[in-house]
């Protein structure tokens, strides 16, 4: 066999591996209908504690007005970005939603996750707001920073030591370079910190922070409603 056809074969069973995975995790999705019964769609990742983390905040998000899906943010581990286009249009098809642009909101993780590649869906994706989200896998922060295509929001604790898997995973200092560096190419990036506060700040979380997130959810609330309306 040549090179070629080695070559295109293994890039053949890569793809069909990345779906699969894309698949089952679409297959994996808790829906918060809004109280109207109906609401555009906010699709959540968790972190890598998993969905069950974060059904409060959902649940917060649900209250709003939105049809809020919850999917568990390390289905899209592996996946190149894939599976947050299946979660996406997976979500659209929920018995609560509306048509229309998706917001995505994700934490640790699922923030990086929607940081990552959700701001490269500007044709599905309206606002991404990312809670403390994994960001020591940008490799090149200049270049990730000059080529987002969809709004942002990013809280973060100024004293984030990361989890205890990986310490380093989400530094504030990177995210202020983020930041720094979509500001200079005129992106609509917004950063908020709250000092003192660290990673895992959300209502049930290993360092909750009443006030940081009552804050961030209130910043949160704002961003989707100018993105998606109330």
């Not at 698949?23 to 969905?51: C, D, I, L, Y």
């Not at 560096?181 to 049930?204: C, I, K, R």
Request: glycine share 10%; net charge positive; proline share 6%.
């Amino acid at each position: 066999m040549s090179a070629f056809f080695a070559r295109r074969i293994a890039l053949a069973i890569g793809a069909i591996m990345v779906l699969g995975l894309a698949a089952r995790a679409a297959s994996a999705q808790q829906e918060f209908p809004p109280p109207s019964g109906k609401g555009r769609v906010v699709v959540v990742f968790s972190g890598a504690t998993g969905p069950a983390h974060y059904t409060t905040a959902t649940a917060e998000i649900a209250k709003l007005g939105y049809d809020a899906v919850l999917f568990d943010g390390n289905a899209i581990v592996g996946t190149r970005g894939a599976a947050v286009k299946a979660f996406i249009l997976q979500a659209q098809q929920e018995p609560h939603a509306l048509p229309g642009k998706v917001a995505l909101v994700g934490f640790s993780l699922g923030g990086g996750m929607a940081l990552i590649f959700g701001t490269q869906l500007p044709d599905l994706v309206t606002v991404a707001v990312a809670w403390y989200p994994l960001t020591n896998v940008i490799r090149d922060v200049p270049s990730f920073s000059s080529r987002l295509k969809v709004p942002v929001l990013l809280l973060a604790g100024e004293a984030d030591a990361g989890t205890r898997k990986d310490p380093g995973c989400c530094r504030i200092e990177t995210a202020r370079d983020i930041a720094a560096g979509a500001s200079a190419h005129g992106l609509p990036f917004e950063l908020v910190t709250y000092p003192g506060a660290q990673h895992d700040f959300v209502y049930g979380g290993e360092h909750y922070d009443a006030r940081a997130y009552a804050d961030a959810l209130q910043r949160t609330a704002a961003k989707l409603k100018s993105a998606l309306g109330p």
